[in-house]
């Protein structure tokens, strides 16, 4: 059975020996030495000034939402992960969905404007697939109406555009360390701004917005994550510069094996290069892609169609819009197995298994 997705595992002695020191101090959290140490050693190796380790990606957007302090509308992208949408709803506000653009699948920037209206107080973008949006453009738009930008920058980690970390552009920038990201710490998550104030209201916010012994600076809620959790993060940090080159030789190897394939890849930001976060293809039609999982599936082998079905369709707490662009992707959208333990060999068979449908 090859799996869409397998966590990575760093060697058990490892993650030992920082439990022995969570027991020799017995601090399990509450921004206990390791959450402390892991939230160094993130900002120092993704190169960034403020970061907030915190409970999961999800939480970590309804806390950016509200320490924006967000009312009314909020533009986003329909082709995302859940969170992105159902945490707009959760914080009171209400989603606008922007179409995407069909080759970079991120939010279609260029149609942001025309979705704008009196009640819009930001824009909720997501990097999908760890490929940057048009962070110039939305800048430009946001600082022309007065809006907010948040990120959701639960796929990119380790991104950069020209050199500079993705976490470094709109207001704020959410991240999931979730066990099947890139990167993890089991569960768990971060937000960075570059706004120091933002950033100490935010750290109120993640501890019930106790400023003192007594008292109280903000509306807050329980976004602290464990020592536990903290040492994952830091053992599986020595691990990321290996992660990465890894799922880099895979997605080549992906490549390289189905050139013939009738199917395309996102395109990707011209000053950034992919993290391996996925690997994804877009078939030509929705019928060759049910024909491949069908096969794959009779062969042990998973996929996920991440992202079907459109958020602006599925939800029920929403009332359905149609954005074409969105729909005509999410049917034909597929993501292969990628992780840190697949072997070039499973990769081949996959590749050989999708091309043998293919011809048939
Ligand atoms: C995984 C994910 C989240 C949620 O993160 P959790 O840590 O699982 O709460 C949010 N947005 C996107 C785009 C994701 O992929």
Aim: charged share 20%.
């Amino acid at each position: 059975m090859i799996l869409v997705t397998q966590p990575f595992l760093p060697p058990l002695d490892e993650y030992q020996n920082y439990l022995n020191s969570i027991w020799t101090k017995k601090w399990l959290t509450n921004m206990g030495p390791l959450a402390n140490e892991l939230e160094d050693s993130l900002k120092n190796y993704l190169n960034i000034h403020n970061l907030l380790f915190v409970t999961n990606g999800t939480v970590a957007l309804q806390m950016a939402i509200k320490a924006l302090d967000l009312k009314g509308e909020i533009i986003t992208t329909p082709f995302s992960f859940i969170a992105t949408t159902s945490t707009i709803v959760w914080e009171g506000c209400t989603p606008v969905f922007v179409d995407i653009d069909k080759h970079t699948l991120n939010i279609d920037a260029t149609k942001i404007e025309a979705a704008i209206t009196k009640n819009t107080s930001a824009i909720l973008a997501t990097h999908v697939y760890g490929n940057p949006c048009d962070v110039v453009l939305i800048e430009e738009i946001a600082k022309k109406h007065h809006l907010k930008v948040i990120y959701d920058g639960a796929h990119a980690f380790a991104v950069t555009i020209n050199g500079k970390s993705i976490f470094e552009y709109g207001d704020i920038t959410t991240c999931s360390l979730h066990a099947t990201k890139l990167y993890h710490s089991v569960e768990g998550g971060f937000i960075t701004t570059q706004n120091t104030e933002l950033h100490h209201k935010l750290q109120y916010i993640r501890n019930f917005g106790i400023a003192g012994y007594d008292s109280f600076a903000e509306l807050g809620i329980n976004g602290k994550n464990s020592e536990l959790h903290a040492a994952m993060g830091l053992t599986n940090l020595k691990y990321i510069n290996q992660i990465i080159e890894k799922r880099r030789e895979l997605t080549k190897r992906y490549d390289d094996n189905l050139k013939t394939l009738k199917a395309v890849r996102p395109l990707w930001h011209h000053q950034s290069a992919n993290n391996g976060a996925y690997y994804v293809l877009i078939f030509e039609t929705e019928a060759l892609l049910l024909k491949v999982v069908e096969h794959l599936n009779k062969n042990n082998i998973g996929t996920r169609r991440y992202f079907y079905p459109s958020l602006a369709k599925a939800l029920p707490y929403l009332q359905p819009i149609e954005m074409p662009i969105t729909e005509d992707i999410a049917k034909r959208v597929l993501c292969l197995p990628m992780y840190y333990d697949l072997s070039f060999e499973e990769v081949d068979l996959i590749c050989r298994l999708m091309l043998r449908v293919q011809n048939n």
